[in-house]
T-cell receptor, first 110, second 115 residues
């Protein structure tokens, strides 16, 4: 199983809503990532978890809150987002020198 | 800091023809990996090919091959016998070894294969 599964695939939320994005992998990878991607742009790193601990936070606003409940799961909690936060949110996991990406969650903030 | 540059925002190629996508990078590291990822309209980032910096031999994967010029810090991707399914965004990426797999992506090249 070389899949990274993200849910939901699409999400529309209001600026006062609270929602969560989920990511799951069963490859035994110890590093997991959240990326944000705008249209026709490369992915931008948001967070890195290594062995279930947050190791990198790329100065992401606090309205994005990551969580790693166990080695297979990664969540991204969203609260009080702005319309400019609308983007594709990609999860990835890696071991050694290769990263596997999920299909992403298309988030629209209205 | 590491930077990755893709100077061709858009390219097109006739089906069955060959196309080369360019990538240059800047680093002071000696031990690193380079990648080409493909992102079709389905959105999923798919690894196309990987090159380890210490290996002189150019990586190949079926119709995909790279021209790795370490001294020039160049890493181009050649796609032979282009197929309609090759239509996608292609991202060149750099990763230092042993850094928790932090990728540095180029700005991408949008490739269209024309029937």
């Amino acid at each position: 199983d070389t899949e990274v599964t993200q849910t939901p695939k699409h999400l529309v939320m209001g600026m006062t809503n609270k929602k969560s994005l989920k990511c799951e992998q069963h490859m035994g990878h110890r590093a997991m990532y959240w990326y944000k991607q705008k249209a026709k742009k490369p992915p931008e790193l948001m967070f890195v978890y290594s062995y279930e601990k947050l190791s990198i936070n790329e100065s992401v606003p606090s309205r994005f809150s990551p969580e790693c409940p166990n080695s297979s799961l990664l969540n991204l909690h969203l609260h009080a987002l702005q319309p400019e936060d609308s983007a594709l949110y990609l999860c990835a996991s890696s071991q050694e020198e290769e990263a596997f990406f999920g299909q992403g969650t298309r988030l629209t903030v209205v | 800091a590491q930077t990755v540059t893709q100077s061709q925002p858009e390219m097109s190629v006739q089906e069955a023809e060959t196309v080369t996508l360019s990538c240059t990078y800047d680093t002071s590291e000696s031990n690193y990996y380079l990648f080409w990822y493909k992102q079709p309209p389905s959105r999923q980032m798919i690894l196309v090919i990987r090159q380890e910096a210490y290996k002189q031999q150019n990586a190949t994967e079926n119709r995909f091959s790279v021209n790795f010029q370490k001294a020039a810090k160049s890493f181009s991707l050649k796609i032979s016998d282009s197929q309609l399914g090759d239509t996608a965004m292609y991202f060149c990426a750099f990763m230092k070894k042993n850094t928790g797999n932090q990728f540095y992506f180029g700005t991408g090249t949008s490739l269209t294969v024309i029937p």
